[in-house]
């Protein structure tokens, strides 16, 4: 399984981006994806994302601002982000957490990372 993340950039405060994520290779179950991001010296932090149930659970930073959706046919997870703020600046990461069949234990894949500047 390989994520590709894309859609990154220099945007100014207020604006907005949208991120994406293509998956490919097979997996037996999804048991969550999401985004995370990680700003200069801080901690990885969940911006988004789906439950095996496909529910959603947001950051309350980002909450009224982002909405993760998906595409599962086309295995595509995607980040709108709205009002961007200069505290969103960080490398975004894509996260599919996956089991390979029915008896295996779930594995995480990690995207690459698009990087999101808001600056004027």
């Known amino acids: 399984v390989q994520l590709q993340a894309s859609g990154g950039g220099l945007v100014q405060p207020g604006e907005s981006l949208r991120l994406s994520c293509i998956a490919s290779?097979?997996?037996?179950?999804?048991?969550?994806m999401g985004w995370y991001r990680q700003a200069p010296g801080n901690d990885r932090e969940l911006v988004a994302s789906?439950?095996?149930?496909?529910?959603?659970n947001y950051a309350d930073s980002v909450k009224g601002r982002f909405t993760i959706s998906r595409d599962s046919a086309k295995k595509i997870l995607y980040l709108d982000m709205n009002s961007l703020k200069p505290e969103d600046t960080a490398v975004y990461y894509c996260?599919?957490?996956?089991?390979?069949?029915?008896?295996?234990?779930?594995?995480?894949?990690w995207g690459q990372g698009t990087q999101v500047t808001v600056s004027s």
């Open positions: 789906f439950s095996s149930r496909g529910s959603t």
């Open positions: 290779g097979t997996w037996f179950s999804i048991d969550g």
């Open positions: 996260n599919l957490r996956h089991s390979d069949s029915l008896f295996s234990s779930p594995v995480e894949t």
